[in-house]
Nanobody, 119 residues
Framework: QVQLVESGGGLVQPGGSLRLSCVASGSRFSIYAMGWYRQAPGKQRELVASITSGGSTNYADSVKGRFTISRDNAKNTVYLQMDSLKPEDTAVYYC?????????????WGQGTQVTVSS
């Protein structure tokens, strides 16, 4: 079992920056792929960025060049550095941990943190 706790959300002006953090409880954090998703009002949840256990990253086209995902396995933490924020980045951001074995898919979610980009 993995519990995820996000932090770092808030209100920021367009063009500003925020860094989200997600701390995972439990052991073996390093073997999980981690991701950040977001959900805006009236829209489906979408993948923002992901990082594998080996450190490979993937980004949604809408955030490429502006957001950076990273992980610190010693601290059981994954980060999302968000720069050049736009109003359309406003959403609840969720942290996800997942891994698949031959028998089971492990999939865990945090409670979410609100990011609002507005002047």
């Amino acid at each position: 079992q993995v519990q995820l706790v996000e932090s770092g959300g808030g209100l920021v002006q367009p063009g500003g920056s925020l860094r989200l953090s997600c701390v995972a409880s439990g052991s073996r954090f390093s073997i999980y792929a981690m991701g950040w998703y977001r959900q805006a009002p009236g829209k489906q949840r979408e993948l923002v960025a992901s990082i594998t256990s080996g450190g490979s990253t993937n980004y949604a086209d809408s955030v490429k060049g502006r957001f950076t995902i990273s992980r610190d396995n010693a601290k059981n933490t994954v980060y999302l550095q968000m720069d050049s924020l736009k109003p359309e980045d406003t959403a609840v951001y969720y942290c996800n941990a997942n891994r698949a074995t031959s028998f089971k898919l492990y999939d865990y979610w945090g409670q979410g943190t609100q990011v609002t980009v507005s002047s």
